[in-house]
């Protein structure tokens, strides 16, 4: 723990010893400055994610085609609520307000997950993505459990328990899919097309080209390296589709033997970047459509706010 | 008449209310006002969503021509679809929304409550649980009914807008027909006419708190229950349905 009377050097060093030796970093405590910020851009972009990816999957919702579906479908897409609430609350301990964290987000200044910026074209696309996002967000996110700052590792062990069971979900739909007509394995097929290379990019940048990367690690707030995570994530892959019979679009995915490791053909990270910039099929369109709900719901909360200030005054006048 | 099997139906009219409105509420996810409340939306739109798998699991043991929950849900016709016509009313803005709760998951709480003591078995059970579902959903849209009622001018303003657009569908809920009747008299069903002052008496306590009022009962549609919709059922169903309609010898 870092005392608060050590000279601002002084602090610094005890603050990487505390963090070096697996303590964790509660929000009283003091922090380099660095390392708040990069929390808070880590978490609420987090939070943004969770928000922004109600919207691919909940274009399903109304057309499930069972009813069993859309329950467990409009159960997932209220998980990715609630997880962009713990995040909230998380991103609120580093003393940055949740009204602040939505107008980034919808001025375009905070950034969310790229993958969000693609279209859900068939019912095949919401297995799809619990079966590749939420298994790519949990390879992501499982080492975030252990993360140097206390509140967002424990928001993480909730939100990781609630993926992998959407993960579990996804997986077992495409397994119906393909398990199916020809048309449905046809539908799990071509979502696999459409997803795999968004979903391979959710890693980030490779490790050359990523600028956050290092000092994140030695702060303890990333565990492994965006190429490491994305392997972990291909070699699951690779076998799960192989489970559903269904391909994965590279003619370059090889085995290698040397490593053990599933290699790929080359990422295309010019659309990684264009995606990143807000130019993705749905980049407009989500946004769009966050900013219209909450400007469609400011009434509501208005309302809320002056009924709650004359509950006030009418309590103040009785006790007066 | 002859041919209707009253439980049946009943069973019907219970859970298509239930699925058309779960559906309408579900329409919410990703639109509501705060992040709050769209996890209570989807939570209510379960809560119906369930019940409707309940009730038409159950409408298609009745039956007995082997059509489970989803054959009845998909495929059938709007109409075949014997929901009360207040479900089926587009979401609207959010006073739409919470005063359809208000109106419509009161009088369900206080239908529920009594159809607990149903000599129906299977409807007894579901009862039990959709009851106290029912009675959180009445207090939720309450408290929100008041606070819109009695917030700013704009809020009062669509809230009252929104009483009077509801108001005259919330009768259907407690019109009897042969078939109510048939279940009335063997105690399947609760006769709702015989609570009906004790649900004015709930609405218009919120609704006095809210600042609202109620406009007069003149105009009093009905016809869902017996297949006679308003024009919003058949787009709902034909989105809701759209798959399995599509790739009829597909399971999902």
Known sequence: MVHEASAPDERAEQFDAWVADENKVEPQDWMPEGYAKTLVRQISQHAHSEIIGMQPEGNWITRAPSLRRKAILLAKVQDEAGHGLYLYSAAETLNVSRDQMEADLMSGKAKYSSIFNYPTLTWADVGAIGWLVDGAAIVNQIPLCRCSYGPYARAMIRVCKEESFHQRQGFELMMALSQGTPEQKAMAQDALNRWWWPAVQMFGPPDHDSPHSAQ???????????????????????KQAQ??????????????????????????????????????????ERMANRRKAHNDGAWVREAATAFAAKERARAEKVAA | ??????????????????????????????????????????????????????????????????????????????????????????????????????????????????????????????A?????????????????????????????????????????YAHELFQTDVVDQAMIETG?????????????????????????????????????????????????????????????????
């Open chain 1, 216 to 238: 994140s690690m030695a702060w303890k707030i990333k565990r492994f390296s965006n190429d490491d995570l994305r392997q972990k994530f291909i070699d699951m892959a690779v």
């Open chain 1, 243 to 284: 489970a559903l019979h269904i391909e994965i679009p590279d003619p370059d995915l090889k085995f290698n033997e040397e490593t053990g490791h599933w290699d790929t053909g080359e990422i295309n990270w010019d659309e990684f970047w264009a995606v990143v910039k807000g130019h993705g099929p749905c980049s407009r």
């Open chain 2, 1 to 126: 008449m002859s041919k209707v099997d009253p439980l049946f139906e009943t069973c019907l009219r219970l859970g298509d209310t239930a699925l058309v409105l779960g559906q309408r509420l579900a329409e919410w996810s990703s639109k509501a006002p705060t992040v709050e409340l769209d996890i209570a939306l989807s939570n209510h739109a379960l809560d119906m969503i369930g019940q409707a798998q309940l009730f038409l699991e159950y409408a298609g043991r009745v039956e007995g021509k082997g059509r489970d929950e989803d054959a009845l849900a998909y495929h059938r016709q709007d109409f075949e679809f014997r929901n009360a016509m207040i479900a089926e009313l587009p979401k609207g803005d959010f006073a739409c929304t919470m005063v359809r709760q208000l109106l419509f998951a009161t009088y369900a709480s206080m239908f529920y409550e009594r159809m607990t003591a149903s000599t129906d078995a299977d409807l007894a059970a579901i």
């Open chain 2, 128 to 168: 039990g649980k959709a009851e106290k579902e029912m009675a959180y959903h009445a207090r939720h849209a309450g408290e929100w009914v008041v606070r819109l009622g009695d917030g700013t001018e704009e809020s009062h303003q669509r809230a009252q807008d929104a009483v009077n657009l509801l108001w005259p």
């Open chain 2, 188 to 252: 399947v069903l609760p006769d709702a006419a015989a609570f009906k002052g004790e649900w004015l008496g709930e609405i218009e306590a919120v609704l006095k708190r809210a600042t609202l009022s109620l406009p007069e009962d003149d105009w009093m549609p009905s016809g869902g229950r017996s297949g006679q919709h308003t024009e919003h059922l058949a787009y709902l169903l034909a989105e809701m349905q759209v798959l399995p309609r599509a790739y009829p010898d597909a399971k999902w």
